[in-house]
C-alpha cells in the first residue's frame, strides 16, 4: 500500500506532463480510486482538483 504522501506525488507527476491528455486524466482518476479509500479527504481534493483540470483542458 502507497502512502498518501507516495500518491499525491505521482498524481503530480501525471498532472505536470505538459503532455496530458485524456488517458493522463484517466491514469490519475485510477490511481486515487485504487489507492486512496472513499473517504479519504485527500482524495476528495484530488478528485475536485482532477476535474477541473479536465475541464479546462476542454475549453
Not at 482518476?29 to 476528495?44: C, F, G, K, M, Q
Given at each position: ?38 473517504e ?20
Amino acid at each position: 500500500m502507497l502512502t498518501e504522501r507516495t500518491i499525491e506525488k505521482m498524481f503530480r507527476q501525471l498532472m505536470n506532463d505538459p503532455n496530458r491528455n485524456e488517458e493522463t486524466f484517466d491514469k490519475a482518476e485510477e490511481l486515487l480510486e485504487d489507492e486512496l479509500r472513499a473517504e479519504s479527504p485527500l482524495r476528495h481534493r484530488l478528485t475536485v482538483e482532477l476535474e477541473e483540470l479536465r475541464q479546462a483542458a476542454k475549453t
